[in-house]
C-alpha cells in the first residue's frame, strides 16, 4: 500500500515563510508526477502547484511567484516552498502523487492526510 505523510505546516505571520515536505513510500513503479492541494474552511478543495517526472510544473495563479514547488532527486519528494505569505493562504495542505504500483497496475492518485498552515495578520 502506498503512503503519502506531509510535514512542515504551522503558524507564521503574514509575510514570513513555510516549506513543506512529502514523502511517499510502499510499492511503486513509477510516480507520474506529484502535487499540493489546499483546502480552507468552507472553501473546497483547491490545486496549489504540480510537479512531474519530467520536471515540468504549475502553479494556482494566486500563489504564481511567491511559491515553488520541487522534488529530491530519488523522485520520492516533493516540497513547497512558500514565501510572502497571506492569511488567505490558510488552509489544510494535502499532498497528492499520481503513481503506477506496478507494471501491470493501472496509475491512480494517492492523498496524504494534510499538514495545516496558518498565516495570522
Known amino acids: 500500500q502506498v503512503q503519502l505523510v506531509e510535514s512542515g505546516g504551522g503558524l507564521v505571520q503574514a509575510g514570513g515563510s513555510l516549506r513543506l515536505s512529502c514523502t511517499v513510500s510502499?510499492?511503486?513503479?513509477?510516480?507520474?508526477?506529484m502535487g499540493w492541494y489546499r483546502q480552507a474552511p468552507g472553501k473546497q478543495r483547491e490545486l496549489v502547484a504540480t510537479?512531474?517526472?519530467?520536471?515540468?510544473?504549475n502553479y494556482a495563479d494566486s500563489v504564481k511567484g511567491r511559491f515553488t514547488i520541487s522534488r529530491d532527486n530519488a523522485g520520492n519528494t516533493v516540497f513547497l516552498q512558500m514565501n510572502s505569505l497571506k492569511p488567505d493562504d490558510t488552509a489544510s495542505y494535502y499532498c497528492?502523487?499520481?503513481?503506477?504500483?506496478?507494471?501491470?497496475?493501472?496509475?491512480?492518485?494517492?492523498w496524504g492526510k494534510g499538514t495545516l498552515v496558518t498565516v495570522s495578520s
Open positions: 510537479i512531474t517526472s519530467g520536471g515540468n510544473t
Open positions: 510502499g510499492r511503486i513503479f513509477r510516480i507520474d508526477a
Open positions: 497528492n502523487a499520481r503513481i503506477k504500483p506496478g507494471l501491470y497496475s493501472q496509475s491512480a492518485d494517492y
